[in-house]
């Protein structure tokens, strides 16, 4: 695909036409079908054109579809604010709502900065991340980044906030046991507290299952405790970026579920109102809250368009659709699935290394040789022409690029809608495999 990504005065038609979606499907204007295996950017998690979400925006729309925040509250705005109290774990209770995960973890990590502020600290301002990591495109969100490619051109005027490795044990060759390589991060992030003095660090920021930056890396049952545990020794907070893994993407509502940790802040968006309307929040516990209502009273940001009605009705009516039609439990389901047929092509397959993920959440490594787990070169694109060639069958993935740290590694995540059918994922499978055949004919 020879694409750019503006939109000249007259639409760019090197880019497919979308006439319309339904479901997990899409139709461009020459009637070509995608199934939409990636729910674009791990997005649209309810499928496209469901009559309820769109009767609900156009309910709210009838009623008004913007206040200024700092005017008005809406019903709509309150209404999704208690809804996500309460499918969010422990006292995080509070939502602060923006219109891009690039602003929730932005904004995750100016509340961290304020709850020390308020606090007296006024040093404690440094975040720690992994290597591994996308958090964002924004600069805040960029310098906590780990996304080579995407820092490259902006690096003079980020902060150099990643400093640990992230659990990526199919190629931690250092260590021999999960739990050596689990020791290991949580000694790193111990580490990396203590240079940069423990007095100056504000929050360590991950996500609970590496997505952009990896291709969904899942981590040990154990290393989310051993890493709070470390930040609860050094007063640092934790920060979740669920901005891909929320709202039943991974079989829990929450990707941090899985773990057993609950963080002190967490930063969600894309599925939060599966594409319908740009929405996103940061959900903040009543620990952080404290000090900050108890001084200052406002978080220190926000937009134009936060707390927009018309977003919040449409995310409201999202998260109703999830509950009502068991979509978290769908997830774990069709995922179990959709995993296992993968494992059972990656059993043939000469260039599937590794085969990961948990619920509807599933990340493919491709590598040039099984046995030493040899990435392929550079120059050859691989993870461009998998998509391509897979977008040809009809069926989208997400590239992902597992290639921090001087790794090369080239992976791809499948993440259709949560509504997926066993039928469907049947159909999305076929056309998987007929892509991975031609792959590896080109590649092999
Ligand atoms: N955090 C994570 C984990 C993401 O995957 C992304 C986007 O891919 C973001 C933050 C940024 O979200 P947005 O593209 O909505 O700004």
Redesign the pocket.
């Given at each position: 695909m020879n694409q750019t990504n503006l939109i000249k005065p007259v639409l760019d038609h090197e880019y497919p036409l979308i006439t319309h979606g339904k479901g997990i499907y899409l139709y461009d204007e020459q009637g070509k079908q995608y199934i939409d295996g990636s729910s674009g950017?791990?997005?649209a998690s309810i499928g496209h054109g469901v009559q309820e979400i769109i009767d609900a925006m156009a309910e709210q729309s009838k009623k008004v579809s913007f206040v200024y925040r700092s005017q008005f509250s809406t019903e709509a705005a309150e209404k999704l604010a208690k809804k996500i109290s309460e499918i969010s774990p422990g006292d995080l209770n509070w939502s602060f709502f923006v219109?891009?995960?690039?602003?929730?973890?932005e904004t995750a990590m100016k509340v961290a900065i304020q709850y020390w502020q308020e606090k007296g600290m006024k040093t404690k301002n440094k975040i720690i991340s992994r290597w591994m990591?996308?958090?964002?495109?924004?600069m805040g969100?960029l310098s906590m980044?780990g996304h080579i490619t995407r820092r490259q051109l902006f690096e003079p005027m980020l902060e150099k906030y990643p400093s640990v490795s992230a659990p990526y044990y199919y190629r931690d060759a250092a260590h021999k046991t999960i739990e050596e390589c689990d020791d290991f991060y949580a000694q790193e992030l111990e580490k990396a507290i203590l240079r940069a003095g423990k007095d100056n660090v504000a929050a360590f920021i991950a996500?609970p299952m590496?997505?952009?930056a990896g291709g969904a890396l899942i981590p040990s049952d154990q290393y989310f405790q051993k890493m709070k545990a470390v930040c609860d020794e050094y007063d640092v907070l934790f920060i979740a970026?669920?901005?891909?893994?929320g709202m039943g993407r991974t079989g829990k509502m929450f990707g941090m579920e899985h773990f057993n940790v609950i963080p002190d802040i967490m930063?969600t968006?894309?599925g939060m109102s599966a594409g319908y309307t740009?929405m996103?929040a940061t959900i903040v516990s009543e620990k952080v809250m404290e000090p900050i209502l108890n001084g200052s009273k406002i978080i220190m940001s926000g937009h134009t368009f936060s707390a927009n009605p018309q977003s919040a009705a449409t995310s409201l009516a999202v998260l109703n659709y999830i509950e009502k039609n068991n979509l978290v439990e769908n997830s774990a389901r069709m995922g179990a699935y959709l995993k296992e047929k993968i494992n059972e092509l990656a059993r043939t397959s000469e260039i599937i290394g590794d085969v990961r993920g948990k619920g509807l959440f599933v990340g493919i490594e491709f590598v040039k040789d099984k046995l030493t787990k040899k990435s392929f070169a550079r120059e050859l694109d691989v993870v461009n022409k998998i998509v391509q060639l897979n977008f040809d069958e009809g069926l989208l993935v997400y590239p992902a690029n597992a290639g921090a740290e001087g790794l090369t590694g080239d992976a791809v995540i499948l993440s259709p809608p949560l509504t997926i059918t066993k039928e469907e994922v049947d159909e999305l499978v076929r056309r998987f495999a007929m892509a991975l055949g031609k792959v590896e004919r080109e590649l092999l």
């Open positions: 950017a791990v997005t219109n891009s995960g690039s602003e929730a973890t990591s996308y958090h964002g495109i924004t969100a980044s996500e590496i997505g952009a970026d669920e901005v891909m893994t930063a968006g894309k740009p996103a």
